[in-house]
Nanobody
Framework: QVQLVESGGGLVQAGGSLRLYCAASGRTIRSYTMGWFRQAPGKEREFVSAIMWSGGSTYYADSVKGRFTISRDNAKNTVYLQMNSLKPEDTAVYYC??????????????????WGQGTQVTVSS
């Protein structure tokens, strides 16, 4: 079992930055694909970003490309999401997720095995 705990969310003005953290425990996530998803009020949860086990490949939703950066420190069992140039439409609960499968479909929430409880990000205009 892998337990995931997100932190770093908060209230920020448009144009500001936040750094989200996802701390894993229970077992090493070294070989896991890690993803970030978000869910805005009244909307379905959507893919934000993913990083492969080695950190060599990263993927982003078009809506965040160029503004968000995902990274990981396997030694610390932690994944990060640096969010810059935030917009009001980025307001959502952000979830960290982990999956053992290292193939495609990283944008599909159903392919992930473990989920955190989420952290709220609110961007004011």
């Amino acid at each position: 079992q892998v337990q995931l705990v997100e932190s770093g969310g908060g209230l920020v003005q448009a144009g500001g930055s936040l750094r989200l953290y996802c701390a894993a425990s229970g077992r090493t996530i070294r070989s896991y694909t890690m993803g970030w998803f978000r869910q805005a009020p009244g909307k379905e949860r959507e893919f934000v970003s993913a990083i492969m086990w080695s950190g060599g490949s990263t993927y982003y939703a078009d809506s965040v490309k160029g503004r968000f950066t995902i990274s990981r420190d396997n030694a610390k069992n932690t994944v990060y999401l640096q969010m810059n140039s935030l917009k009001p439409e980025d307001t959502a609960v952000y979830y960290c997720a982990a999956r053992m499968y290292t193939g495609g479909g990283y944008y599909t929430e159903g392919s992930y095995d473990y989920w955190g409880q989420g952290t709220q990000v609110t961007v004011s205009s």
